[in-house]
């Protein structure tokens, strides 16, 4: 029993170094977005969790772009920031009532991969997008998926450490995608409620080739 | 009636000790299972008001401790039975409103325990589910079907609307604000036991004696969860009342 407990707590920390080291490792192909700034005026306590204005984000070009209702269902738009403090993200998908592209051509799904960001190196099969329970990339109520816990202790997001989200574009690419923060700066640790947000902050590799590997490093 | 001898007066004095002993000393192990009554299957069952208040000062987001439901037995299962086939579905996660079913793999509520059931949510009227889904297409977590992205802080396809600001089902008043609205139609839960059998359920409401949607307001008491249910054997290709 002893040996058991050494031999998970060596597991642990191992494991725990490895995930770090790999997380935090840079690369020369990502894609980071600091600070982009959601709907800064609107808030829960007033205008309440619909009235945060959607934005949307072009993958291949690496640019928030301006989606007018008559643009929602077509190709331009990769990821739209919906929902309480633009935090609840949408992949382009024609086919699902609540995406802001129903009825458009978008072929966008999403998949989670609990691993850190540069041990995806592969996009799973489209078999596997098809099965996918995901329909955005929100808060994580439990083990439903989603990239950060919600603390009602002190009302602050949470993000969640070594996960990644594999994508497919709304015109068939395959992208990995890292949500990091809505707050402002990103920083490691948020204790201030009113810590300026939202302001998105996430880092992403799209394949330009239409293949499958996202190998980054 | 025979005196008793002195012997067999001790004799019953010691069993029924005895009996005591072990069950206090063993408090933790559930009974063995209680086989399925045929009569279980292939017939609209209907629960009411399963829950119990949460904890004192609970705040809307706070994981909760969860509570059990077995569908085979029709009865609720207290948490000791965690990890035995003795319950279905579980329901944990904020208000204890995200349900799923008893699994033995990691992360289940009833993980380590014999569980080979799941869970999964067909956008479907309850009356129209008939085929029973592939075992493939079953979900084995837990607290996985709840917030609908029809409303506020959606997981997916929901048994219940979550309206935050009351906007959408309601009028924005303050009574009509925070309320989960089960969705009573298009949504169909479907479930696979503990024992491998199976379970469609048609969620009705998370509030207290209100099955009647006018009743749902912010202070009714919630969760209290009400359903209907038909059940099917294990290896059933269509879920049928009879």
């Given at each position: 029993?002893?040996?058991?407990?050494?031999?998970?707590?060596?597991?642990?920390?191992?494991?725990?170094?490895?995930?770090?080291?790999?997380t935090?490792?840079?690369?020369?192909?990502?894609?980071?977005?600091?600070?982009?700034?959601?709907?800064?005026?609107?808030?829960?306590?007033?205008?309440g969790?619909?009235?945060?204005?959607?934005?949307?984000?072009?993958?291949?070009?690496?640019?928030?772009?301006?989606?007018?209702d008559?643009?929602?269902?077509?190709?331009?738009?990769?990821?739209?920031?919906?929902?309480?403090?633009?935090?609840?993200?949408?992949?382009?998908?024609?086919?699902?009532?609540?995406?802001?592209?129903?009825?458009?051509?978008?072929?966008?799904?999403?998949?989670?991969?609990?691993?850190?960001?540069?041990?995806?190196?592969?996009?799973?099969?489209?078999?596997?997008?098809?099965?996918?329970?995901?329909?955005?990339?929100?808060?994580?109520?439990?083990?439903?998926?989603?990239?950060?816990?919600?603390?009602?202790?002190?009302?602050?997001?949470?993000?969640i450490?070594?996960?990644?989200?594999?994508?497919?574009?709304?015109?068939?690419?395959?992208?990995?995608?890292?949500?990091?923060?809505?707050?402002?700066?990103?920083?490691?640790?948020?204790?201030?409620?009113?810590?300026?947000?939202?302001?998105?902050?996430?880092?992403?590799?799209?394949?330009?080739?239409?293949?499958?590997?996202?190998?980054?490093? | 009636?025979?005196?008793?001898?002195?012997?067999?007066?001790?004799?019953?004095?010691?069993?029924?000790?005895?009996?005591?002993?072990?069950?206090?000393?063993?408090?933790?192990?559930?009974?063995?299972?209680?086989?399925?009554?045929?009569?279980?299957?292939?017939?609209?069952?209907?629960?009411?008001?399963f829950?119990?208040?949460?904890?004192?000062?609970?705040?809307?987001?706070d994981p909760?401790?969860?509570?059990?439901?077995?569908?085979?037995?029709?009865q609720?299962a207290?948490?000791?039975?965690?990890?035995?086939?003795?319950?279905?579905?579980?329901?944990?996660?904020t208000?204890?409103?995200?349900?799923?079913?008893?699994?033995?793999?990691?992360?289940?509520?009833?993980?380590?325990?014999?569980?080979?059931?799941?869970?999964?949510?067909?956008?479907?009227?309850?009356?129209?589910?008939?085929?029973?889904?592939?075992?493939?297409?079953?979900?084995?977590?837990?607290?996985?079907?709840?917030?609908?992205?029809?409303?506020?802080?959606?997981?997916?396809?929901?048994?219940?609307?979550?309206?935050?600001?009351?906007?959408?089902?309601?009028?924005?008043s303050?009574?009509?604000?925070?309320?989960?609205?089960?969705?009573?139609?298009?949504?169909?839960?479907?479930?696979?036991?503990?024992?491998?059998?199976?379970?469609?359920?048609?969620?009705?409401?998370?509030?207290?004696?209100?099955?009647?949607?006018?009743?749902?307001?912010?202070?009714?008491?919630?969760?209290?969860?009400?359903?209907?249910?038909?059940?099917?054997?294990?290896?059933?290709?269509?879920?049928?009342?009879?």
């Amino acid at each position: 029993m002893r040996i058991l407990t050494v031999a998970v707590l060596l597991g642990l920390c191992c494991s725990c170094t490895k995930n770090n080291n790999a997380t935090d490792a840079p690369d020369v192909v990502s894609v980071v977005i600091k600070d982009l700034p959601g709907d800064t005026a609107a808030r829960m306590g007033t205008g309440g969790s619909m009235s945060f204005k959607t934005v949307y984000f072009n993958l291949d070009s690496g640019k928030a772009v301006t989606i007018t209702d008559a643009d929602k269902a077509t190709t331009k738009w990769d990821l739209a920031f919906t929902g309480p403090y633009n935090s609840e993200v949408y992949v382009n998908y024609g086919g699902y009532q609540y995406n802001p592209g129903y009825g458009g051509p978008g072929k966008g799904a999403v998949l989670q991969i609990e691993k850190p960001y540069q041990e995806v190196t592969t996009a799973p099969s489209d078999a596997d997008f098809s099965k996918t329970t995901l329909t955005k990339i929100g808060w994580e109520s439990g083990s439903n998926g989603g990239w950060f816990f919600y603390s009602m202790d002190n009302h602050i997001a949470v993000p969640i450490k070594n996960r990644t989200f594999v994508i497919r574009t709304a015109t068939g690419k395959y992208a990995k995608l890292e949500l990091l923060n809505v707050y402002k700066g990103n920083p490691p640790v948020v204790t201030d409620l009113y810590w300026p947000s939202p302001y998105l902050n996430f880092r992403y590799f799209i394949q330009a080739d239409g293949s499958r590997s996202l190998r980054t490093q | 009636m025979k005196k008793l001898s002195i012997q067999t007066f001790y004799l019953f004095i010691s069993l029924a000790l005895l009996t005591a002993c072990s069950k206090n000393s063993t408090e933790d192990v559930p009974e063995p299972e209680p086989p399925v009554a045929d009569t279980m299957f292939n017939r609209l069952i209907t629960v009411l008001n399963f829950g119990e208040a949460l904890a004192e000062g609970s705040q809307p987001l706070d994981p909760q401790l969860p509570i059990y439901y077995s569908l085979e037995q029709n009865q609720p299962a207290p948490a000791t039975y965690k990890q035995t086939n003795r319950w279905d579905i579980s329901f944990n996660g904020t208000y204890r409103s995200f349900m799923g079913g008893n699994n033995s793999i990691t992360g289940n509520l009833g993980a380590g325990g014999p569980g080979k059931g799941g869970i999964l949510i067909l956008a479907k009227n309850f009356e129209e589910v008939t085929t029973i889904t592939a075992d493939a297409d079953f979900r084995t977590g837990s607290g996985l079907i709840g917030t609908d992205d029809s409303g506020a802080f959606g997981q997916g396809l929901g048994y219940y609307l979550y309206d935050f600001d009351g906007t959408i089902k309601g009028d924005g008043s303050y009574n009509s604000q925070h309320i989960a609205w089960v969705i009573q139609s298009g949504r169909t839960v479907v479930v696979r036991t503990a024992r491998g059998n199976y379970a469609k359920i048609k969620m009705l409401s998370i509030y207290k004696d209100a099955l009647n949607p006018k009743d749902w307001k912010r202070d009714a008491p919630h969760p209290y969860f009400s359903f209907q249910y038909v059940l099917a054997k294990a290896g059933s290709k269509t879920f049928d009342i009879k």
